[in-house]
């Protein structure tokens, strides 16, 4: 299904194409999956090198983000409810080595070493809606306005007691959505609170679960975070052509 969309839309620009697309986007895969370094990519996929740069120009280009929000354009109506979370993702010490400063890495230094944060938007099916890189030891609220979509009309947003904030809650009942957050203790004023509606927040947590299950996700070790983003963008859009196949059987 990538390698279709590749030729249909990517494809089709100037440029010199790929020579062997198929194996290109097969040694990625295998990158994916196993973690290991490039330069011990099989040769049966090609040269590392070649497979990297490839690699990396799709993740520049935004190709990943392209693919990842057609197919969520052809499955809209699972977002009806929308799940907001993040989770922390460990850096390998191959990852802190770019010159770059910890906030354009987005790698963040908390209790158990560097990290960097993963906010994401899931829908009803527990499928990507956005992803967004942020350092490890940034709050969760902080970029919750930047991972949600811009059209919220009519739409449940569920998201734990993190993300109960007066702008958050503001900004998604401005855009036409429904806040299903639980307040926190503190808070002094009451807020309504839906708990049959607001136990559907585990779907965000197995959709973790589920790209975790990728070595290269699961560990970050690449020093750039759009090539990173690209890796978990990749098990995203494997995770909903898994739920087609599956939703068409």
Same mark, same amino acid.
């Not at 992803?131 to 998201?159: M, Q, R, W, Y």
């Not at 708990?195 to 973790?208: H, S, T, Y």
């Not at 560990?219 to 978990?232: D, N």
């Given at each position: 299904?990538?390698?279709?969309?590749?030729?249909?839309?990517?494809?089709?620009?100037?440029?010199?194409?790929?020579?062997?697309?198929?194996?290109?986007?097969?040694?990625?895969?295998?990158?994916?999956?196993?973690?290991?370094?490039?330069?011990?990519?099989?040769?049966?996929?090609?040269?590392?090198?070649?497979?990297?740069?490839?690699?990396?120009?799709?993740?520049?280009?935004?190709?990943?983000?392209?693919?990842?929000?057609? %197919?969520?354009?052809?499955?809209?109506?699972?977002?009806?409810?929308?799940?907001?979370?993040?989770?922390?993702?460990?850096?390998?010490?191959?990852?802190?080595?770019?010159?770059?400063?910890?906030?354009?890495?987005?790698?963040?230094?908390?209790?158990?070493?560097?990290?960097?944060? %993963?906010?994401?938007?899931?829908?009803?099916?527990?499928?990507?809606?956005? %992803?967004?890189?942020?350092?490890?030891?940034?709050?969760?609220?902080?970029?919750?306005?930047?991972?949600?979509?811009?059209?919220?009309?009519?739409?449940?947003?569920?998201?734990?007691?993190?993300?109960?904030?007066?702008?958050?809650?503001?900004?998604?009942?401005?855009?036409?959505?429904?806040?299903?957050?639980?307040?926190?203790?503190?808070?002094?004023?009451?807020?309504?609170?839906?708990?049959?509606?607001?136990?559907?927040?585990?779907?965000?947590?197995?959709?973790?679960?589920?790209?975790?299950?990728?070595?290269?996700?699961?560990?970050?070790?690449?020093?750039?975070?759009?090539?990173? %983003?690209?890796?978990?963008?990749?098990?995203?859009?494997?995770?909903?052509?898994?739920?087609?196949?599956?939703?068409?059987?």
């Amino acid at each position: 299904k990538i390698n279709n969309l590749y030729r249909t839309e990517v494809g089709s620009h100037r440029g010199r194409p790929v020579g062997n697309l198929d194996a290109t986007l097969n040694g990625i895969w295998w990158i994916l999956c196993t973690g290991s370094i490039w330069n011990q990519l099989p040769e049966r996929y090609g040269k590392w090198n070649s497979v990297w740069r490839c690699f990396r120009r799709w993740c520049g280009s935004g190709m990943w983000g392209w693919i990842l929000q057609n %197919l969520t354009e052809q499955h809209s109506d699972y977002e009806i409810a929308l799940m907001l979370d993040g989770s922390h993702i460990k850096a390998h010490q191959d990852a802190s080595r770019s010159p770059l400063d910890s906030e354009q890495q987005k790698l963040g230094k908390t209790k158990g070493g560097r990290n960097t944060k %993963l906010s994401a938007v899931v829908n009803l099916a527990g499928r990507a809606v956005s %992803l967004v890189l942020v350092p490890g030891n940034e709050h969760d609220s902080v970029s919750a306005i930047e991972t949600l979509p811009k059209n919220l009309k009519a739409k449940f947003v569920l998201a734990d007691k993190a993300y109960d904030a007066n702008r958050i809650r503001s900004h998604i009942e401005s855009a036409g959505g429904f806040c299903v957050i639980p307040p926190k203790a503190n808070r002094k004023e009451t807020i309504s609170y839906d708990k049959e509606i607001g136990r559907l927040r585990r779907i965000v947590e197995n959709f973790f679960c589920r790209i975790k299950s990728y070595r290269r996700v699961a560990t970050r070790y690449e020093q750039l975070p759009k090539t990173f %983003l690209g890796f978990v963008t990749l098990s995203a859009i494997v995770d909903w052509i898994k739920f087609e196949f599956v939703h068409a059987a």
